[in-house]
């Protein structure tokens, strides 16, 4: 209940319009309003403010034509409208749809990159690394090859619950196996695998998080318990899927590598426009966790779809312990967005029925020396592959070997490009890129 009141206040902030509610006619519809309620806000606090052109609003039918003209490029690129509900939705982990996820190899093989434990691929033992074959009797890697999204999208069909697609996949020890699944609405699990890993190092957890989204919360607890239970001394953070997500999940996550007494140390800052800055900006400390390791160095997996909230942990833990990232260049997005939904609440209609979320970049965050502004990413120490042939948390993956080598002592510097894939989903449910800052008024 703490977290979903969270949310609420989160997304119906007390605003009021820039504009005197018109005389009801039909003319001005919602999406107009929307449209003019999008451009007063972003006038305001929108990160890069001052960059807005002019614009004759009556030239746009509703806010999403708008933003892509007042959006400042080519550094802006994660400012959304969405819907309401369906963004409401997808940040407490609701889900539509098989739960796979699938790549091409560098054999152009198609294979499995994650699966929900909520699919019902999963107690039939489908894990990351299975080849897939083949799509309602379609094979499946001429599609990929082609990168034909078109296709791709037929052949899945629909996010509705109850369609159902047949697939043949190849086990690792070669076995053929066909299998029916039948899309379902369930609830995401977050972190996607979670082990303790016995090093010559020492004992070493490794865990795989994927969003940072309300379910996290709980999972993330409930691993680093289990890391505590087993002493660990050392913590591989696998963060090659995360685009990002809550802001407390984030300070969560970096709170837990942490000692118990490290709450009176910020975690990090919040910048925003000159406008609203001397308001707004704030500093945000570390939190105290149920069990946190204390640990003094700690290891990152990374691709470029490492994004926003999993950039902001590794930033915040960068002057306070020794962090190595290994894998690929993160995706470099140091700034987030306040969210604010549309009808905005008035005095004449306090809590309307929202249709819109308007998520505008609003600020920069820094960690607690300063540092960020890395819109290029962060590139790692070690180059390393996303091998997509090994399941998550098995130490011969390229990565996770690469990150145990680093706390091994044996690591070597690698020249050679990283091969980057692609990886396709059912039609992305949760928005990407996301650092979701605390809620903030919005009055003229």
Same mark, same amino acid.
């Given at each position: 209940?703490?977290?979903?009141?969270?949310?609420?206040?989160? /997304?119906?902030? /007390?605003?009021?319009?820039?504009?005197?509610?018109?005389?009801?006619?039909?003319?001005?519809?919602? %999406?107009? #309003?929307?449209?003019?309620?999008?451009?007063?806000?972003?006038?305001?606090?929108?990160?890069?403010?001052?960059?807005?052109?002019?614009?004759?609003?009556?030239?746009?039918?509703?806010?999403?034509?708008?933003?892509?003209?007042?959006?400042?490029?080519?550094?802006?690129?994660?400012?959304?409208?969405?819907?309401?509900?369906?963004?409401?939705?997808?940040?407490?982990?609701?889900?539509?749809?098989?739960?796979?996820?699938?790549?091409?190899?560098?054999?152009?093989?198609?294979?499995?990159?994650?699966?929900?434990?909520?699919?019902?691929?999963?107690?039939?033992?489908? #894990?990351?690394?299975?080849?897939?074959?083949?799509?309602?009797?379609?094979?499946?890697?001429?599609?990929?090859?082609?990168?034909?999204?078109?296709?791709?999208?037929?052949?899945?069909?629909?996010? +509705?619950?109850?369609? +159902?697609?047949?697939?043949?996949?190849?086990?690792?020890?070669?076995?053929?196996?066909?299998?029916?699944?039948?899309?379902?609405?369930?609830?995401?699990?977050?972190? +996607?695998?979670?082990?303790?890993?016995?090093?010559?190092?020492?004992?070493?957890?490794?865990?795989?998080?994927?969003?940072?989204?309300?379910?996290?919360?709980?999972?993330?607890?409930?691993?680093?318990a289990d890391f505590k239970a087993n002493n660990v001394t050392d913590l591989i953070i696998d963060l090659r899927y995360n685009t990002g997500g809550y802001m407390d999940i984030a300070?969560?996550?970096?709170?837990?590598?942490?000692?118990? +007494? %490290?709450?009176?140390?910020?975690?990090?800052?919040?910048?925003?426009?000159?406008?609203?800055?001397?308001?707004?900006?704030?500093?945000?400390?570390?939190?105290?966790?149920?069990?946190?390791?204390?640990?003094?160095?700690?290891?990152?997996?990374?691709?470029?779809?490492?994004?926003?909230?999993?950039?902001?942990?590794?930033?915040?833990?960068?002057?306070?312990?020794?962090?190595?990232?290994v894998g690929d260049t993160t995706h470099g997005k140091p700034a987030g967005m306040n969210i604010w939904g549309f009808p905005f609440p008035s005095n004449a209609d306090p809590d309307? %029925?929202?249709?819109?979320?308007?998520?505008?970049?609003?600020?920069?965050?820094?960690?607690?020396?300063?540092?960020?502004?890395?819109?290029?990413?962060?590139?790692? %120490?070690?180059?390393?592959?996303?091998?997509?042939?090994?399941?998550?948390?098995?130490?011969?993956?390229?990565?996770?070997a690469a990150a145990i080598a680093v706390l091994q002592g044996t690591k070597a510097k690698s020249s050679a490009p990283v091969r980057r894939n692609r990886v396709y989903s059912e039609?992305?449910?949760?928005?990407?890129?996301?650092?979701?800052?605390?809620?903030?008024?919005?009055?003229?």
């Open positions: 209940m703490k977290k979903l009141l969270l949310i609420t206040v989160l /997304i119906i902030p /007390i605003l009021y319009g820039c504009k005197k509610d018109p005389d009801p006619v039909d003319e001005y519809t919602l %999406d107009e #309003r929307a449209r003019d309620g999008l451009y007063d806000l972003m006038k305001y606090a929108y990160l890069w403010y001052n960059t807005m052109p002019t614009v004759k609003l009556s030239e746009f039918d509703g806010p999403e034509e708008i933003l892509e003209d007042l959006r400042f490029l080519p550094k802006d690129r994660w400012s959304f409208v969405t819907d309401y509900d369906s963004f409401m939705a997808s940040m407490q982990g609701t889900f539509v749809g098989h739960g796979i996820r699938m790549s091409l190899d560098g054999a152009n093989n198609v294979r499995v990159v994650s699966l929900y434990e909520g699919s019902d691929l999963w107690p039939k033992g489908v #894990r990351r690394g299975w080849i897939v074959k083949e799509i309602n009797d379609t094979p499946i890697a001429p599609i990929f090859i082609s990168d034909n999204d078109a296709a791709y999208n037929t052949l899945m069909g629909p996010a +509705t619950a109850g369609h +159902t697609n047949k697939f043949l996949f190849q086990k690792p020890d070669g076995t053929p196996v066909t299998y029916s699944s039948t899309k379902s609405s369930f609830t995401i699990n977050s972190v +996607t695998a979670a082990k303790v890993l016995d090093l010559t190092s020492g004992k070493t957890g490794y865990i795989a998080f994927e969003t940072f989204i309300e379910p996290s919360e709980q999972e993330l607890n409930d691993a680093f300070q969560q996550l970096s709170s837990l590598v942490l000692k118990a +007494t %490290d709450t009176t140390k910020v975690c990090y800052k919040l910048r925003y426009n000159a406008l609203v800055g001397p308001d707004w900006d704030e500093s945000y400390n570390f939190v105290k966790t149920q069990s946190p390791l204390g640990l003094d160095r700690v290891v990152f997996i990374t691709t470029r779809s490492s994004a926003s909230a999993s950039e902001v942990v590794i930033n915040s833990l960068l002057p306070y312990v020794d962090v190595t990232i309307p %029925d929202y249709t819109y979320v308007f998520a505008p970049i609003t600020f920069e965050y820094v960690n607690a020396s300063d540092e960020g502004r890395f819109y290029e990413g962060i590139e790692p %120490d070690i180059k390393a592959a996303d091998d997509i042939t090994h399941d998550f948390g098995d130490p011969e993956e390229a990565s996770l039609g992305r449910q949760l928005p990407e890129h996301l650092f979701l800052g605390p809620p903030q008024s919005f009055r003229k």
